[in-house]
């Protein structure tokens, strides 16, 4: 095929608030409410933190007009009721409420075919009651941590039937109570959702995922064939001091990177060899380092002990079952990837983020995919996530052929 087939490892999907009462039931709808009022105090408390005008300002001019202006005025956010901050989160103008194409099937059409991409991986946005992903401050029960989940989850699989097979969501969970999350993946799979599951990257007071517990998580996404994912987005809270989000951002990629060890020294990879880990929106030259000292601590003679049981070496287990989805890989971390293995890379749009590529995604491609070989860019750019994922190569391929950039849009930025 002439057109270069594009699937995106990393989007984002979430409903504006309101859209999640058809999924919960009613008698959570007053303390959704609750929630969503807090998570926007909390989010406006960080304004030039997490967001500041500056990153509005050029969002909106790389996006163009279909993003609207939204003005920060700290001064103000004290004054603003309760109906103001729940506008706020559905108001597109708004860099804390989700862009139109987070969840209108439409326009996230649109933007994927001006971006060229056919197919996509989709992670959350949006959850309700935080699903464990965000929101430090405002203590939630399980069991609204959990219907938060299922709605989301259930709005998710309707989207994604929105555009079947074009779509490969990402099922949310938590680990309170492992059965009840093994039989949350089985019925999500089931609703459509394919794309894999979402681990917590902190397990919180559970034991984290070295422990015999999260044994049946590993069996259930072998036996279904859903990958496991890490994506960053987490780490601990640090506070409101003036480093504070210097801290987050320091170490938000270190706290993803945690999965891949306790999965090779508790000897997941070595009892369930069909079960897959992703590692999303972390950088990929990381991996580089992370394998070099695991593979000297393997040749230690203490870890003769440690790694009773194992077949493989870590760099091994990393072979057979891992991949890196590497959103919007730069230049310099792309020049590692013969290191790492052509074959362990997937690229990601990070859509619709503000440090993604969208909607300028030939110019991205262009600075890290233009002197590439052809071969190598197909395979990065596309190629791997069939391997991974359960995608349709003979749909893809036909709206590659209609909406796919060419080798030389690719070289050219166009």
């Given at each position: 095929?002439?057109k270069?087939?594009?699937?995106?490892s990393?989007?984002?999907?979430?409903a504006?608030?309101?859209?999640y009462?058809?999924y919960?039931?009613?008698?959570?709808h007053e303390?959704a409410?609750?929630w969503?009022?807090?998570?926007a105090?909390?989010m406006l408390?960080r304004?030039?933190?997490?967001f500041?005008?500056?990153?509005?300002?050029?969002?909106?001019?790389g996006?163009?007009?279909?993003?609207?202006?939204?003005?920060?005025?700290?001064?103000?956010?004290?004054?603003?009721?309760?109906?103001?901050?729940?506008?706020?989160?559905?108001d597109?103008?708004?860099?804390?409420?989700?862009?139109?194409?987070?969840f209108?099937?439409?326009?996230?059409?649109?933007?994927?075919?001006?971006?060229?991409?056919?197919?996509?991986?989709?992670?959350?946005?949006?959850?309700?009651?935080?699903g464990?992903?965000i929101?430090?401050r405002?203590?939630v029960?399980?069991?609204?941590?959990?219907?938060?989940?299922?709605?989301?989850?259930?709005w998710?699989?309707?989207f994604?039937k929105?555009?079947p097979?074009?779509?490969?969501?990402v099922v949310?969970?938590?680990?309170d109570?492992?059965?009840?999350t093994?039989?949350?993946?089985r019925?999500?799979?089931?609703?459509?959702?394919?794309g894999?599951?979402?681990?917590?990257?902190?397990t919180?007071e559970?034991?984290?995922?070295?422990?015999?517990?999260?044994?049946?998580?590993w069996?259930?996404?072998?036996?279904?064939?859903?990958?496991?994912?890490?994506?960053?987005?987490?780490s601990?809270?640090y506070?409101d001091a003036?480093?504070?989000?210097?801290?987050?951002?320091?170490?938000?990629?270190?706290?993803?990177?945690?999965?891949?060890?306790?999965?090779?020294?508790?000897?997941?990879?070595?009892?369930?060899?069909?079960?897959?880990?992703?590692?999303?929106?972390?950088g990929?030259?990381?991996?580089?380092?992370?394998?070099r000292?695991?593979?000297?601590?393997?040749?230690?003679?203490?870890?003769?002990?440690?790694?009773k049981?194992?077949?493989?070496?870590p760099?091994?287990?990393f072979?057979?079952q891992?991949?890196?989805?590497?959103?919007?890989?730069?230049?310099?971390?792309?020049?590692?990837?013969?290191?790492?293995?052509?074959?362990?890379?997937?690229?990601?749009?990070?859509?619709?983020?503000?440090?993604?590529?969208?909607?300028?995604?030939?110019?991205s491609?262009?600075?890290?995919?233009?002197d590439?070989?052809?071969?190598?860019?197909?395979?990065?750019?596309g190629?791997?996530a069939f391997?991974?994922?359960?995608?349709n190569?003979?749909?893809?391929?036909?709206?590659?052929?209609?909406?796919?950039?060419t080798l030389?849009?690719?070289?050219?930025?166009?």
């Amino acid at each position: 095929m002439s057109k270069i087939l594009i699937v995106s490892s990393d989007g984002h999907a979430g409903a504006l608030p309101a859209m999640y009462e058809e999924y919960m039931p009613s008698r959570h709808h007053e303390a959704a409410r609750a929630w969503w009022l807090s998570f926007a105090r909390e989010m406006l408390s960080r304004a030039g933190t997490f967001f500041d005008q500056e990153a509005v300002d050029a969002y909106k001019e790389g996006a163009g007009d279909e993003v609207g202006l939204f003005t920060l005025n700290p001064a103000d956010l004290p004054k603003l009721g309760d109906e103001t901050l729940l506008q706020m989160l559905s108001d597109e103008k708004s860099p804390f409420a989700p862009r139109r194409g987070e969840f209108d099937p439409d326009a996230r059409t649109r933007d994927l075919d001006g971006d060229g991409v056919a197919g996509e991986i989709v992670f959350p946005q949006m959850v309700p009651f935080g699903g464990g992903l965000i929101q430090y401050r405002d203590p939630v029960s399980p069991e609204l941590n959990l219907e938060g989940i299922r709605a989301y989850n259930r709005w998710l699989a309707d989207f994604c039937k929105a555009n079947p097979g074009r779509h490969a969501g990402v099922v949310v969970i938590n680990v309170d109570d492992i059965d009840v999350t093994v039989r949350e993946i089985r019925e999500a799979k089931e609703m459509g959702l394919w794309g894999g599951v979402l681990l917590p990257t902190s397990t919180g007071e559970h034991p984290f995922y070295h422990h015999p517990r999260y044994e049946p998580l590993w069996a259930v996404c072998e036996e279904l064939d859903m990958p496991l994912h890490s994506h960053s987005g987490w780490s601990p809270d640090y506070g409101d001091a003036p480093a504070s989000t210097a801290m987050y951002i320091t170490e938000v990629d270190q706290w993803a990177h945690r999965l891949f060890a306790p999965l090779v020294w508790s000897g997941a990879f070595e009892r369930h060899p069909g079960l897959k880990l992703v590692l999303t929106e972390t950088g990929c030259s990381w991996i580089l380092e992370a394998l070099r000292s695991l593979e000297a601590k393997t040749d230690l003679p203490i870890f003769k002990y440690f790694s009773k049981g194992l077949s493989l070496r870590p760099k091994e287990y990393f072979a057979r079952q891992c991949w890196i989805g590497a959103s919007f890989m730069p230049p310099a971390e792309g020049e590692d990837r013969h290191r790492i293995g052509i074959d362990k890379l997937l690229w990601g749009t990070d859509y619709p983020h503000l440090e993604g590529t969208w909607p300028n995604t030939m110019k991205s491609l262009h600075a890290t995919f233009g002197d590439y070989p052809e071969d190598e860019m197909r395979t990065i750019l596309g190629g791997n996530a069939f391997d991974v994922y359960g995608f349709n190569r003979e749909q893809l391929t036909g709206i590659a052929a209609r909406i796919g950039p060419t080798l030389d849009d690719i070289r050219a930025g166009a």
